[in-house]
Structure formats: structure tokens, C-alpha cells
């Protein structure tokens, strides 16, 4: 037995640590990834070298540290001088070789910008701003300007937006109609450099765009420049460039199309003073129709009561003066899903603000409603209640009851309370909410000390998310008060009313004027529960655009 057991434990525990072993492999588990790459793909090698002199190759080859690939490559690279005839971009394995199809002309420096063309292929990290230079003759232009370029609206710096120059000779001929050749990104800083220049007068943009073709031609596209031209004979810095929303010179609707649930819906290209509609054809229904603007006029709803027509077509104007005409099709007996809903000025939390009505907001303009058929209950009991209709909203109407604090209410329209312009009635639904504490609110108090007391100055509070929330117009020293504002952090803007109509203006690039200035204190105001907070505003003096 011992002999037995001398014999058998050596292969036992042989077996056993086979186990082990086989169980730990499979327990292993394939490495966790580590930090995301961040890194762009390098250049290790350039065929001829970068910044050659004496230039007469016809192709060059660019060799990669990874893969990558080109995006957008005849937009986003460009060539200066331009030439007729593009190069041709080709990817051989790391590599990306240039075959040039164009004559060079002698004794010119000449710069590939690659913009955001160079992407590697795993992460997507962009390449900004490679430049390749040669020249064809043993100089090498070397003038640059930089600076950085700024949000009018924010007051941010702006990151990846297009800097470009052109020639003064060609600005006139170029501009919003070709894209640049001489244009760098701003990088997270807002901060932009334009090397390898040639001595010469330039005009000099700045363009934020909607869709990435570096040419201005959108309407919300942001725009940048300086009035003056820049002559380039010794490095410039410092240049601030302005990004801002140019208000389009014509008026034209951006969008006109029925809603799903049936309404016209029609939204302008830019706001107009005082808006109106007409509806021309078909005859005789312009009377029963009504229209209702947006608070920025610059959007139009109109609800048809009677929607039997297969067409229809509007008339807009301005001030009394035409701007446009529209038509719009549908089907003369198509139907449309109406869902009469409601909304209310109550927080998401539930909560009324201190000492206000509740008001209730249709899906629709309301025909009629049932009063008896509304209920408000506090704490489970019925109360008394008054409702009418909201002289400034064609689609609310006005809650009024004193509100106590604690106690939980609920509102309660049964099916058929409201009836709207169509005939479609309510169905039951009900709202629960509490009237907030008056401790949850403060008041701000501002007193504004103005630079120039014969002008004008729009003060507008800001919450934290650079939302308008006020805005007042103040001509002297003064006291701006705000009543029940909710605790929270905000802002103060000031825009620089140049010309004293009490709101902001932008500028036109063509005309060459600026939009009117905007300062953005620095300062973040914290509104604390039940508090009384004062703050002094000191308008720096305008600052003048060069």
C-alpha cells in the first residue's frame, strides 16, 4: 500500500497542477484597451524634402507613421498659386503620393495646405493644417499673420473655424464664390497662423461653417473680416477677427410645408418687423383663417377652419410692403391625426413659480371651452378658481387662484372641456403640481454705470446656458431690479445700441460694416435661496473694430 501510494501521488499532483494551469489559461481574459489614440498621423518622410528650393520634381510622396485616409480631399486642400489642372491625390499602403498636372511656374513658392483632408483610418484624428512648401526658384516666401477669431455672440474664442486671405486684386472676383487657396483651421484656442505668405496686399475672412465648402453662401453660416486690407511686408500678429450671423439682404422663406397635424407652417430666412399674411387663393377664405407669429418673427403658423381645398397660396408682407408669395399643395380631402394637448408653465419639477398664474397653452386655437367640466382640487379639495382666455395668445388661456405653499394640487379637464377651431374635443387628463417656495427665489438688484451717457445700451441677463432670459434698454446710470428669479448662477451682456432701436444688428460683409459690439461681463453672478443680491455693472467704453 505504501509502495502503492509512493507510486500514485506524484501523478496525482502532476494532475492537479495541469488544472490549475488549463483552468488559469482559461480564465485569462484578452487585455483591456487602453486610453483612446489621440494622435494624429505623422509625416516621417517627404519625397523631395519640405521646403525644398530649386523645385522641379512633378510628384511628391508624403510617408505616414499609420494608416489614413482622405476625406473631402478637393475641398479641403488647396494649392497656391491655384492651377488649372488639380494635382492627383493617390494612398499607396502609408504613403500618399501627389502627381501634379499643371506647369509651376518659375521662381514661386509654392504651399499644399491639407486642411483636414489627412484622417487616420481607426480613430478618425484629423491632421489639421499640414503644409507642404517648396519653391520653384532658391527663395521661400516666409511672411505670416496670425491672431485669433472670436464668437460676437458668446464672446469665445471660436475653435475650427476657416481663416483665408485673398489677394486684394482678386477679392471682389473670389469671395463667396470660390473657395480659398491661402486658409488655415483655428485650433481649440481660436488661434489661427497663415505662414509662408508672399509680400502683397490681402483681405482677410474668417467663416464658421454650416456645411464645409469654405465658401460663404449660407444663410446661417458665421462670418468674420476687417474693413481695412492688410499689406503683408513683415510678420502680423495679433489679429482679431469677429464671428457673426449676417442677416440675409432678401427676404425668402427657409421652410413652408403642412404639419402632420394639419396646420401651415411657414419659417423666414431672417425676422421682419411687422409681419403679415394673406391667404390670395382660394377666393373667399382668407377671412376664417388665423395666424399666429413667433415671438422672434421670424416663424409663421396659420390654422385653416375650413380645410377643403386641394391648394392654397399666401401672400407676406412687411410693414405693408410685399415680400413674398407661396403656394402649397395637398389633397383636398387628406386627413391629419389633431391631438389636443396642453402645456403649462410649470418647472420640471412640478412647481409654479411664487405669486404666478398658471398658464395653460393649447396644441390649438380653442373654439369653446366647459368650465364645468375643469376642476381644481387642493389637497383632494375642491377650490374655486377663475379662467379666461389670454388676450396676448391665440392658444392660452389664464389660470388665477392663490396658491399656498405645501400644498399639492391637481388640475383636471374631463373629456369635451375644450373644443378647438376644427371641432376635436379634449381627452380626459389631469396635471399635479405645488406652488414653489418663495424661499427657492431671490431678487437681483444691478446698478449700471455707463461709459457714455449719450448713447445707448442693451443690458441682458443671461442664465447659465447663455440663455436671454431679460433685456433692458438704459440710456443713464441706473437700477435694474429682478424680482422671483430662481436660485442659480447667470450672466450679464451688453450690447452697444449704435443705432438706439433696442435690439442687436448685424453687420454686411459686401457693405463692409461691422455688427454692433457685444461685451460679456466676466463676472458669474450666484443668486442664493431667499436672498437680496446686489451687483454693480461698469460698461467698459466701446471698443473700435480697425
Given amino acids: 500500500m505504501l509502495k502503492s501510494k509512493r507510486f500514485y501521488l506524484p501523478t496525482f499532483l502532476l494532475y492537479i497542477s495541469l488544472v490549475l494551469v488549463l483552468a488559469g489559461c482559461a480564465a485569462q481574459q484578452r487585455p483591456q484597451g487602453g486610453p483612446r489614440d489621440l494622435t494624429p498621423p505623422k509625416v516621417l518622410k517627404a519625397t523631395p524634402e519640405n521646403e525644398t528650393r530649386n523645385f522641379k520634381s512633378k510628384q511628391i510622396r508624403l510617408d505616414f507613421d499609420e494608416y489614413f485616409k482622405l476625406t473631402n480631399q478637393y475641398q479641403e486642400i488647396s494649392v497656391t498659386p491655384a492651377q488649372e489642372k488639380q494635382p492627383e491625390y493617390n494612398i499607396s499602403s502609408k504613403s500618399l503620393i501627389i502627381d501634379f498636372k499643371d506647369t509651376l511656374q518659375k521662381n514661386t513658392t509654392y504651399v499644399i495646405n491639407f486642411g483636414k483632408a489627412i484622417v487616420d483610418v481607426n480613430e478618425g484624428n484629423v491632421l489639421k493644417n499640414f503644409t507642404y512648401v517648396f519653391s520653384t526658384g532658391n527663395h521661400i516666401d516666409s511672411l505670416s499673420i496670425s491672431g485669433d477669431v ?44 497663415l505662414n509662408n505668405l508672399r509680400e502683397d496686399t490681402y483681405r482677410i475672412y474668417a467663416l464658421k461653417e454650416v456645411s464645409p465648402d469654405k465658401i460663404f453662401n449660407n444663410d446661417n453660416d458665421l462670418i468674420a473680416f476687417l474693413k481695412n486690407p492688410i499689406v503683408v511686408n513683415k510678420d502680423t500678429s495679433n489679429i482679431q477677427l469677429k464671428l457673426f450671423k449676417q442677416s440675409p439682404e432678401k427676404f425668402r422663406l427657409a421652410e413652408r410645408k403642412f404639419t402632420p397635424d394639419g396646420k401651415m407652417s411657414f419659417v423666414f430666412n431672417k ?24 415671438r422672434t418673427k421670424d416663424t409663421a403658423l396659420v390654422y385653416m377652419r375650413n380645410m377643403d381645398f386641394d391648394s392654397i397660396r399666401v401672400a407676406f408682407t412687411n410693414n405693408g410692403q410685399p415680400l413674398d408669395t407661396t403656394s402649397l399643395l395637398k389633397g383636398r380631402k ?49 377650490v374655486n378658481y377663475t379662467i379666461q382666455k389670454d388676450t396676448g395668445s391665440i392658444r392660452r388661456y389664464v389660470l388665477k387662484y392663490r396658491w399656498r405653499q405645501n400644498s399639492k394640487y391637481q388640475l383636471i379637464f374631463n373629456e369635451g372641456a375644450f ?22 427665489y431671490s431678487q437681483l438688484t444691478i446698478k449700471v454705470n455707463v461709459p457714455e451717457a449719450d448713447k445707448n445700451y442693451v443690458v441682458e441677463l443671461l442664465d447659465a446656458n447663455k440663455m436671454l432670459l431679460r433685456s433692458d434698454v ?61 451687483e454693480v455693472l461698469d460698461i467698459p467704453k466701446e471698443q473700435t473694430n480697425p
Fill in 334 to 382: 387628406e386627413s391629419f391625426q389633431r391631438n389636443l394637448l396642453f402645456t403649462y408653465n410649470i418647472n420640471r419639477d412640478n412647481r409654479l413659480r411664487p405669486n404666478a398664474d398658471l398658464l395653460i397653452t393649447a396644441s390649438f386655437p380653442i373654439e369653446s371651452f366647459d368650465q364645468s367640466q375643469i376642476s381644481l382640487t387642493e389637497d383632494s379639495a375642491a
Fill in 271 to 294: 425676422p421682419v418687423d411687422k409681419p403679415a399674411l394673406k391667404i390670395i387663393y382660394p377666393a373667399n377664405v382668407d377671412a376664417q383663417k388665423i395666424v399666429e407669429f413667433s
Fill in 474 to 534: 438704459v440710456t443713464k446710470n441706473t437700477l435694474l431690479v429682478y424680482t422671483n428669479y430662481i436660485t442659480g448662477k447667470y450672466l450679464v451682456r451688453v450690447i452697444y445700441d449704435a443705432n438706439k432701436n433696442g435690439r442687436w444688428d448685424s453687420g454686411n460683409v459686401k457693405l463692409r460694416a461691422y455688427p454692433e459690439n457685444i461685451w460679456l461681463s466676466p463676472k458669474e453672478i450666484t443668486l442664493r435661496p431667499n436672498w437680496e443680491a446686489e
Fill in 419 to 440: 373644443t378647438n377651431i376644427y371641432g376635436d374635443k379634449n381627452k380626459r387628463t389631469s396635471k399635479a403640481f405645488t406652488a414653489d417656495k418663495p424661499e427657492n
Fill in 150 to 193: 472670436i464668437n460676437t455672440s458668446t464672446q469665445q474664442k471660436e475653435k475650427d473655424a476657416t481663416v483665408f486671405l485673398f489677394p486684394i486684386s482678386q477679392d471682389s472676383l473670389l469671395f463667396g464664390k470660390k473657395k480659398p487657396s491661402i486658409f488655415a483651421t483655428t485650433d481649440t484656442a481660436g488661434h489661427f497662423s
